[in-house]
């Protein structure tokens, strides 16, 4: 089972930038889809960005589309999640996820190992 850990969460004005980073520990990072999911108190998980094993295909909901951006370094076995003009409405913890999956990735269900969160704060 791959480990997952996340970093790069914290205090930031709304505005500003934050870059999370996901470490997996498993020798087949390359064969794995990558997700990351946030989850504000009192709501669900939401689905957040998607990338492919080979980082060909990505998705995004509306709400962060041309604000935040995924990518991967296979050869660093971690995925990331740069997230620009952060807004108060972005405070969640984050969430990184791993899925041999490759349809459905912005599916909570396609994931089989997660993280164990990290916090982002946009303050007003």
């Known amino acids: 089972q791959v480990q997952l850990v996340e970093t790069g969460g914290g205090l930031v004005q709304a505005g500003g930038s934050l870059r999370l980073s996901c470490a997996a520990s498993?020798?087949?990072?390359?064969?794995?889809?990558m997700g990351w999911f946030r989850q504000a108190p009192g709501k669900e998980r939401e689905f957040v960005a998607a990338i492919s094993w080979s980082g060909g295909r990505i998705y995004y909901p509306d709400s962060v589309k041309g604000r935040f951006t995924i990518s991967r370094d296979n050869a660093k076995n971690t995925v990331y999640l740069q997230m620009d003009s952060l807004k108060p409405e972005d405070t969640a913890v984050y969430y990184c996820?791993?899925?041999?999956?490759?349809?459905?990735?912005?599916?909570?269900?396609?994931?089989?190992?997660w993280g164990q969160g990290t916090q982002v704060t946009v303050s007003s």
């Open positions: 498993t020798l087949t990072f390359s064969s794995y889809s």
């Open positions: 996820a791993a899925s041999y999956s490759r349809m459905n990735l912005v599916e909570r269900k396609q994931y089989t190992a």
